[in-house]
């Protein structure tokens, strides 16, 4: 296999409070290949984000990369020195944040944003730099754009925005684009448009994009591969056909569960996963996932699973594996859910919960 | 051993987080902001020193001199010379007296204005906010008028015209700053109007005027408090500044802003009759500073774990 | 009813051809905030000129046992106007301010409150604006390094400051000048060097009464800079700007002070505010001759033109402050600008 353009080696970040010590990220590991399209899933808290602020080194305080490497291409990423990292953020690797309205400077003009963007590294003079605006934000389909260039994001409408935002991110044509989320905070219809393009884009120009979602549809329709996060750690990876078809663990199985299949039995109702996430400062000895797992024997509260192996190309981090459960007990593990949403639902609804 | 480790552990409800209630909440945060607590220290000093020295002044106790008695025989005198721990003025009054009493001055002035903010400033909040439209527009454009006119100035006409005993500084002051407890009372009044249960509670049958009063209290207590604590010591200053002009209270009644009237003649040869007074004026108004920073620092909802 | 643009709406008062331009709408603006200024300034006069008239005594009490005849009392009586009934003397006021008379001053015999206030304006005017230049640059400044650089040396001297600035009364930290500068420091180096602890001078006469008034406002403005930065900061464009690779220097001057600064703007209203009835204050501590002191002094003596008068100069003088301010905001915030 060709060398990944990007490997990330046992990546620690915490945030140190005055709580304690929060293990945002708890030894991840993985690699990105040219061109690939990766999902990075979980729920909120689960680290994902964070790992990818790691990679730009854009942990915000209190945070801070504890220990690991990330090697893009041949350079650590972690031990760069500040100016190296200035040069590195936004032209090697480009991220684009999930709200646009906020994440764009509601002062500055959008064409000034897009141009700062090319003219702050060596690549592109000035002049270039302005002159490439236009044409970018066409790239992105974004109508009159050499009259948009001198509105502010305010005038912009939200689907406009995030393409504004892409084409800033790929304005110095990096080899990866990060995106958080890139359609969480937009309407349905918007979304398609944004998932269009950035297909489109992703094989016209050839960047690696890394999805961050937690949206299982956006993964089945943009990702090559899937890596699925849980409290700070890996807890499954593999192509997205092979974990979509069989996923070993129980929490991508869960996740999977949620998302509406128009194969699907009416009948059959929508799963959510009960529980909350781990307080990340005080975790559960043994699995991290333990006290929501529906199928974890006596091993899973004493030992952490090690991340295994458990089909070609696919790693899971659980002693049980779903293989191994029956449909009965994913069955009554459905219904258990539902019921214990159901009781949930009825407490709120008396207020004795 | 580790049957019982894991008997612990499992003990843990790691599915039910705690949850606190805001008021115990905000006093720990409160309590673990040194600089609050100190303030609050000082100020309980404060006012138990003035409260005692109002006693023994009262009934005539031996344990300070009187804070009226001239004696210009020692006048100007240093600290612990012939009885005055603090020295003694330019008449021989005796400068802790002085002091002692003025605190009480300042803190009834200071307390007891806030009560005149709060009267005026709810109840044109409350009206404000409750009849809305027009009625709360032309009432909202008063405030802003009245907002308009120059405190100090204000103050210095009203005490000139009317004169200055200790009612006329009172009422004069609190009837400046109630604009801000209006507008924050309006505002809370307003968004608790918006919330749909007062629509629900009204097609029950309830009067709306219950369900905002009911809502209003615990929500805008905190700000409100906030408001009042900052309050304190403006108005001190108000009291200060217009006693240091001449045109607040009357001499010899020693409120700390007469003391830097009188110590003013004599600052070359004796500043420390003006820096007294000064600096306690400096630290009461800091201190109640802290308390407030403190407070709207351990009541913000924002900053709750 | 489709209208073509700019053309008169049916059944307008008014059948005014109004172009719909931006500059059109500020101007509109401008002129409504003009408009409703008089309500306020009338408001002002009335509120003022009742109070005037409700104090006991006449302007003419010398107190101890030395009071006029009462043949000389009707005489200024009638010379000044006040036998007339009230209400009519208040709109003889009212024609007169608007024809800028002020009347004539109850001290000065025969001068005019005008004239009072032009000898006077120059000293409050110096030492307004010197102040004002301290103030701008120092308080931003303090504010804005140390929210960048948070939870250092800087940072804590900044919030120490604001907290003290704020709390501390101006008369208060004009005399503890005065006591290190001018007692203190001549005591030291035996008469040699001092700063002059009163009066009025184009030299260092202004320094301490500059300094004294300035720091309040610094200490406002300090704090409101650097937690509007601090807020600024948190916010995700700013997070956007750093994942670009910007330089320091870029992100803080077009992301974060674009941003943090407006708020700021709108607290130099009250600023000015502040200086009008700092400087009461402060010359007085400072002797200086100027329009602050000459008010005290006016009501001290019942000297009720002079009060009414120097009471309407800086009603508008805020006002018009306050109204540029808000201009200002409305040019600088695009958001506002473009609806």
């Not at chain 2, 987080?17 to 902001?33: C, M, S, T, V």
Request: proline content about 6%; aromatic content about 10%.
């Amino acid at each position: 296999m060709a060398a990944p353009l990007l490997r990330v080696t046992d990546l620690k970040t915490q945030f140190f409070t005055s709580r304690g010590v929060v293990h945002a990220v708890d030894g991840v590991s993985f690699e990105i290949g040219k061109g690939e399209t990766v999902a990075i899933v979980g729920e909120s808290g689960s680290g994902k984000t964070i790992t990818a602020l790691s990679i730009l080194r854009l942990v915000p305080d209190p945070g801070r990369i504890v220990s690991g490497s990330i090697m893009f291409k041949d350079r650590d990423v972690v031990t760069m020195d500040h100016d190296e990292v200035r040069e590195f953020r936004g032209n090697d690797v480009a991220m684009i944040f999930q709200d646009p309205m906020t994440s764009l400077n509601p002062v500055t003009r959008v064409g000034t944003q897009i141009e700062e963007a090319m003219s702050a590294h060596e690549r592109f003079s000035k002049k270039e730099s302005h002159d490439r605006v236009v044409p970018l934000l066409t790239k992105v389909r974004i109508p009159e754009a050499k009259k948009r260039i001198s509105d502010y994001p305010h005038q912009f409408s939200g689907g406009m925005r995030q393409r504004a935002m892409i084409a800033m991110g790929l304005s110095n044509e990096p080899e990866m684009l990060i995106a958080d989320e890139p359609t969480t905070a937009l309407d349905v219809t918007v979304q398609a448009q944004i998932i269009q393009l950035l297909k489109t884009l992703n094989r016209d120009v050839g960047a690696a994009i890394v999805l961050i979602t937690h949206n299982m549809a956006l993964v089945a329709s943009l990702a090559q591969r899937v890596i699925v996060m849980y409290a700070g750690r890996i807890v499954e990876q593999g192509p997205v056909e092979q974990i979509f078809d069989s996923p070993q663990h129980p929490y991508t199985w869960s996740l999977l569960q949620s998302v509406p299949r128009v194969d699907q039995a009416r009948s059959e109702r929508l799963v959510s996963i009960t529980g909350l996430p781990p307080d990340l400062v005080r975790m559960p000895p043994g699995c991290k996932f333990n006290p929501r797992c529906r199928f974890k024997i006596e091993r899973c509260q004493r030992e952490e699973p090690p991340l295994g192996e458990v089909a070609p190309n696919q790693l899971a981090r659980c002693w049980v594996l779903m293989r191994n459960v029956t449909d009965d007990e994913k069955k009554d593990a459905k219904r258990a859910e539902v019921s214990s949403q159901a009781v949930a639902h009825i407490k709120e609804q008396t207020g004795t919960a | 051993m580790a049957v019982a480790a894991t008997n612990t552990l499992e003990q843990v409800d790691w599915e039910n987080p705690e949850q606190i209630g805001l008021w115990q909440d905000a006093w720990q945060r409160f309590r673990r902001n040194p600089i609050a607590v100190i303030g609050l220290i000082i100020v309980a000093i404060i006012t138990l020193s003035a409260i005692f020295a109002r006693i023994v002044f009262a009934f005539h106790l031996p344990f300070l001199p009187d804070y009226l008695a001239q004696d210009p025989a020692n006048a100007d005198l240093g600290f612990f010379s012939k009885g005055h721990i603090l020295g003694s003025d330019y008449l021989g009054r005796d400068m802790l007296s002085r002091l002692l009493y003025g605190a009480g001055i300042s803190l009834t002035i200071g307390v007891l204005t806030q009560v005149i903010y709060l009267v005026i400033g709810a109840a044109i909040g409350l009206t404000s906010g409750y009849l809305g439209g027009r009625a709360d527009n032309l009432l909202m454009r008063f405030v802003d008028v009245w907002y308009a006119f120059p405190d100090l100035l204000f103050l210095l006409v009203v005490v000139s015209v009317f004169g200055a005993s200790l009612f006329t500084i009172f009422f004069a002051i609190g009837l400046i700053y109630w604009v801000d407890l209006a507008r924050l009372i309006r505002g809370q009044v307003l968004s608790i109007k918006e919330k749909e249960y007062v629509e629900g509670a009204r097609a029950a049958g309830s009067s709306p005027m219950k369900i905002i009063l009911r809502h209003l209290v615990p929500n805008s207590l905190g700000p409100v408090i906030v408001a009042l604590t900052f309050g304190i010591p403006r108005a001190i200053f108000l009291e200060a500044t217009l006693s240091f002009l001449g045109a607040g209270i009357v001499p010899p009644t020693p409120s700390w802003g007469v003391m830097i009237h009188d110590g003013y003649e004599s600052i070359f040869a004796h500043p420390v009759e003006v820096l007294l007074p000064a600096v306690a004026i400096a630290i009461t108004m800091l201190s109640f500073s802290f308390i407030g920073d403190g407070l709207r620092d351990s009541l913000d909802p924002r900053m709750r774990r | 009813m489709a209208v073509a643009k700019g053309a008169p709406a049916r059944g307008a008062l008014l059948s005014i051809r109004l172009p719909r331009t931006r500059g059109a709408t500020l101007a509109f603006y401008v002129v409504r905030r003009i408009f409703w200024m008089i309500p306020v300034l009338l408001f002002v006069i009335t509120i003022t000129f009742v109070l005037m008239h409700l104090a006991p005594g006449s302007p003419w009490d010398r107190g101890g046992g030395r009071q006029l005849s009462p043949a000389v009392v009707a005489n200024l009586n009638n010379k000044y106007g006040l036998d007339k009934p009230i209400w009519q003397q208040f709109l003889i006021y009212v024609w007169n301010v608007a024809h800028f008379d002020f009347g004539l001053s109850y001290q000065y015999i025969n001068q005019t409150v005008t004239s009072v206030l032009l000898e006077s304006w120059g000293a409050t005017f110096t030492v307004g604006v010197l102040a004002f230049i301290l103030i701008v640059p120092a308080g931003i400044g303090l504010g804005v390094i140390a929210a960048l650089r948070q939870n250092t040396w800087v940072d804590f001297l900044c919030v120490g400051f604001s907290t003290f600035g704020a709390a501390v009364p101006n008369f208060v930290i004009g005399i503890l000048l005065i006591i290190i500068f001018s007692v203190e420091l001549y005591q030291v180096t035996g008469g040699n060097v001092f700063l002059p602890p009163g009066g009025f001078g184009f030299d260092d006469h202004l320094i301490l009464p500059v300094i004294t008034l300035a720091v309040l406002p610094i200490a406002y403005i300090a704090r409101l800079a650097r937690s509007s930065t601090l807020d600024v900061l948190r916010q995700d464009y700013v997070r956007t700007a750093w994942a670009k690779g910007l330089r320091e220097r870029l992100v803080v001057m077009r992301h974060v002070l674009k941003n943090s600064l407006i708020p700021v703007v709108t607290a130099l209203g009250p600023t000015f505010a502040f200086l009008i009835t700092g400087s009461v204050i402060v010359e007085t501590v400072f002797a200086i001759p100027g329009i602050g002191r000459s008010f005290v002094v006016a009501v001290s003596s019942r000297d009720y033109p002079m009060i009414l008068a120097t009471t309407i100069l800086y009603s508008v003088l805020i006002a018009v402050a306050n109204l540029i301010v808000d201009l200002l905001y409305t040019v600088i915030d695009p958001r506002v600008r473009l609806s």
